[in-house]
């Protein structure tokens, strides 16, 4: 199973909201077809496919050590 990122709009107590969710699925049309079924939206912005879901850094970002 590959994780998607999913980016788009809905409408929220008549105001326009950008959001995002993860689906697991085999391929992006599954994906897709999975969000379909369980989300109402206004339209996608984007769907992306998450490639490393379980990277850690080698370093800190803040300390750059």
């Known amino acids: 199973m590959r994780k998607y990122l999913i980016c788009y709009w809905t409408e929220r107590n008549d105001e326009c909201t950008d959001l995002e969710t993860?689906?697991?699925?085999?391929?992006?049309?599954?994906?897709l077809e999975k969000f379909?079924?369980?989300?109402v939206f206004k339209s996608i912005d984007s769907?992306?496919?998450?490639v490393n879901p379980n990277y850690t850094p080698d370093f800190d970002y803040e300390t750059r050590t």
Do not use: P
């Open 22 to 31: 993860f689906v697991e699925a085999d391929n992006m049309m599954e994906a």
């Open 36 to 39: 379909t079924a369980n989300n």
């Open 47 to 50: 769907v992306s496919l998450i």
